[in-house]
């Protein structure tokens, strides 16, 4: 939806819950592609050409993956793949994200609520900025939904 509906430079609001939580057992990858990865590089497209072939051979993650019910370890590398959809965004504002630090670590901005993120936006932008509304709905019984 971003990239069908936006323009470039333009910016994106969120409207997440945002906490830091690792499935340990079921994506043991994932902590480090969030560790290592992404303070080298966020385009997905480089993190393929240089991580991928590492992550696919990790034999931590590989014993995991056959043995006790994890994800394989490239999964934490294709979980980067949505971050192409913010390629010609000019900026990333999350709203009130419960651990301010995870956006952060993406380089995103953070607002304490929805309201504040779409003024500054506004500012940004000017008066005659548009303003397009995506709803996804949660998972039922999300508590964060």
Known sequence: MIDAATKP????V???AVREAWDRVHHPSYRDVWER???????PYEINARFEHEFARHEAHIDAYRHRFAFHPIHGI???HPLKRLQRVGRVIVAAPRDAHVPRHLGWDVAPSVEDAVARA???HGPGATVGVVEQPGMPGDPDR
Do not use: F, I, Y
Request: glycine fraction near 4%.
């Open 78 to 80: 294709l979980a980067t």
């Open 9 to 12: 430079g333009c910016t994106v």
């Open 37 to 43: 990865v992404l303070p080298q590089t966020r385009d």
């Open 122 to 124: 506004q500012k940004l």
């Open 14 to 16: 969120m409207a997440a």
